[in-house]
């Protein structure tokens, strides 16, 4: 299978993004230049043109930070909605960078501290817009 390293977004996520940028901007907020890179270079697709092994919001994605093992989490919106351990919401970096990249795709962010971290997307274990078309074939 052939990997797209271009961030693609669904369209719901798309527009959550824009409204955090709307949010966030005029402050301080360390998301705020990895926000702006992302909206700036970014595809947008319609549900039916997802494809099931792209990282959206309440994907199930397994991926490694640097060389350690890797770990599952379900992508969020906010961190209010999460489960320490279980879940990754798009206002941390890492969240954030792997929103809109597919299985395969390796990209190198700043971590909260601002040091540099690779992370990889290894698999899409779940993904609702796949998963709302396989239920309705």
Not at 5 to 28: P, V
Not at 33 to 41: A, E, G, I, M, Y
Not at 46 to 62: G, I
Request: hydrophobic share 40%.
């Amino acid at each position: 299978m052939r990997h797209d390293h271009r961030c693609r977004l669904a369209a719901r996520d798309f527009h959550i993004l824009q409204a955090m940028l709307a949010e966030r901007s005029g402050r301080d907020d360390p998301l705020l230049p990895l926000l702006r890179q992302k909206l700036s270079s970014v595809t947008i697709l319609p549900p039916h043109e997802v494809p099931p092994d792209l990282v959206t919001l309440y994907s199930r994605v397994r991926y490694r930070v640097n060389q350690r093992p890797p770990t599952t989490r379900v992508m969020i919106h906010d961190a209010a909605q999460g489960v320490i351990g279980a879940t990754l919401p798009i206002t941390h970096p890492r969240g954030l960078a792997l929103l809109g990249f597919a299985e395969g795709v390796t990209v190198t962010v700043p971590d909260m501290a601002g040091m540099p971290e690779t992370i990889s997307i290894e698999e899409v274990l779940y993904q609702p817009q796949a998963a709302g078309r396989a239920a309705l074939a």
